[in-house]
């Protein structure tokens, strides 16, 4: 079992930044991919962007591609989310997700690549 602690969300407002991160615990592996997805109110679950923790692959959705990075303290196991130049739709609630393996390119987007979850935390871009 893995446990996935988001942290960092807020209100803030557009073209500021904020940064998410999300602490893995339990029972984790040397290498797996860990994702992050949000959702807004009325809306589908969309990804954002995943890594492979303790490797080097990292993906990114279009709508926050150069806007967004992740980064990961695989000491830790931990993946961060850096949100620049953040828009009012960018408002969202953010799951951070851990998969039993690593990401590859054709399935890191789909959330059923994923095994566990964390709660979410809420993250508000006023214009």
């Known amino acids: 079992q893995v446990h996935l602690v988001e942290s960092g969300g807020g209100s803030v407002q557009a073209g500021g930044s904020l940064r998410l991160s999300c602490a893995a615990s339990?029972?984790?592996?040397?290498?797996?991919?860990m994702g992050w997805f949000r959702q807004a109110p009325g809306m589908e679950r969309e990804v954002v962007a995943a890594?492979?923790?303790?490797?080097?692959?990292?993906f990114y959705s279009d709508s926050v591609n150069g806007r967004f990075s992740v980064s990961q303290d695989n000491a830790k196991n931990t993946l961060s989310l850096q949100m620049d130049s953040l828009k009012p739709e960018d408002t969202a609630m953010y799951y951070c997700?851990?998969?039993?393996?690593?990401?590859?390119?054709?399935?890191?987007?789909?959330?059923?690549?994923?095994?566990?979850w964390g709660q979410g935390t809420q993250v508000t871009v006023s214009s």
């Open positions: 890594a492979t923790i303790g490797g080097y692959k990292t």
């Open positions: 339990g029972d984790t592996s040397d290498n797996y991919c």
């Open positions: 997700a851990a998969a039993l393996y690593g990401c590859f390119s054709y399935s890191w987007s789909r959330d059923f690549t994923y095994t566990y």
